[in-house]
Structure formats: C-alpha cells, structure tokens
C-alpha cells in the first residue's frame, strides 16, 4: 500500500504512512474513511488489525474475498459495519464488534472460527441471532437476544456470559451445562421473570449480576454455591 493510495483516505493531518505494510504484524488504523478495505490490502503476516471508530461496512467490495490466515484479533468497534464474513479469519482468536449497531449479518460457516474465545456483540442492536463457536471463553451479548438458543449449553469452555440488556423472559436449562462458566451478566433484564431453580448446579459460578432485572426471587439451589457473589438483588 503506497502513500499515494492513502492519501486518497486520510487528510494529511490524520494519515499515518506505512513505508512497508509487510512487516508489520499489528495494525492499528483508527477513524478508517473508506467504506471497505482497498482491494490492494493483503498481508499474510498481519496478526492484529485494530481499526475502530471508523466508515467501514465490509471488509472487501462485492464479491472480493480475501482470507487472512494469520489474523488472531480484530477490531471494528464503533464501526459502520453492516456484514462480516468470519469463514475469513480462519485462526481468529479475538473479535470487537462493540456498538456495530448497524450490523445485521455475522457469518460464521461451519469450521471457522475454531480458535475463537472471546466475542465482543455489545449493543450490536441489528443482530437478531448469531451461529455459537464451541470453544469461546467469553461471550458479550448484550441487548442483541430476546430467546436464548437451547444448544447455548455447547459453549462447554464457557467462564464469562454477559446478557446484560437482553431482552430474554427466561433462561434456558442448557445454561446449567456450563460447567466453567464463573461470571454471569443478567443486569438490566428488565424482561427476565425468573431465573432456574437449577441455577445451583453450575458449581464453577462466582459472581451473578442481577441489578435492574425483573426477578422477584433467587432459586434456593445457590444456597449450594459456597462464595458466590450476588449483585444488584434486594
């Protein structure tokens, strides 16, 4: 990428010159005014690619699509996005998607995204559902569901689940097969009626967050949880 093609993007005083994209493996390229990648972005040996607050609906014009197989971490918070095609990012760990709220589509294929653990969807107000990744560590929800899915209890690596804003009525018992699951984030479910009575047999669980949420009880199956936190019940 030559200085020539950036310019056509940046007003000098926010430009940044990259004299040989090849050898960076972490890029940050904040305030991005295109609304996708020019088509002569590619780097293999890009790991990290941080780009947030920026125009960008998609990452590639129409039909373009080029994987990058080394990229570990993403970030497009606060971003334009409209659609993300993640059958790119075939090693991805880490994905920001933080205030997309105009992102409608996440495309998650069947095999990709094997090593992902943590999914950032806070406020991504358009996504209605999103296809679950085995292995993630921590998944950020926050006012994206109404239902929560019946195979959420596949997520069996689990320990952070923030709900946080959703707008769910209840939670489903599959929930109770997250067996690492430490840290669960329900406040401000103003719709949530009630919580499992089984909640207890998550055993790993130290900290629930229930402040602003609709339950006028707490299932006596905590009682169980030696050292539990509860936040926000009164």
């Not at 990452?59 to 659609?83: A, C, I, M, P």
Request: charged residues 25%.
């Amino acid at each position: 990428m030559h200085d020539s093609r950036i310019e056509q993007l940046w007003e000098s005083r926010e430009r940044k010159v990259l004299n040989n994209i090849r050898e960076r493996i972490w890029l940050s390229w904040h305030g991005y005014r295109h609304w996708c990648l020019l088509k002569t972005f590619q780097e293999n040996n890009l790991v990290a690619l941080e780009m947030h607050h920026n125009r960008i609906e998609q990452l590639w014009e129409s039909r373009e699509r080029k994987v990058l197989n080394n990229l570990r971490f993403l970030d497009l918070s606060y971003s334009n996005l409209k659609t993300l095609d993640c059958g790119l990012f075939l090693n991805m760990e880490k994905i920001n998607l933080e205030k997309c709220s105009d992102l409608i589509d996440l495309h998650t294929p069947i095999g990709c995204l094997i090593r992902l653990v943590n999914l950032d969807l806070y406020h991504c107000c358009g996504l209605k559902s999103f296809s679950f990744v085995k292995q993630l560590e921590s998944l950020e929800g926050g006012n994206v569901l109404k239902k929560l899915p019946e195979d959420l209890g596949l997520l069996e690596s689990l320990e952070k689940l923030n709900l946080a804003y959703c707008k769910i009525r209840d939670v489903t018992s599959s929930i109770c097969k997250l067996k690492h699951l430490k840290n669960l984030d329900l406040h401000n479910c103003d719709q949530l009626e009630r919580l499992l009575e089984k909640l207890g047999d998550i055993k790993c669980l130290e900290q629930l967050d229930v402040e602003g949420a609709g339950i006028s009880h707490l299932p006596q199956s905590i009682s169980l949880l030696n050292g539990l936190k509860i936040v926000g019940f009164k």
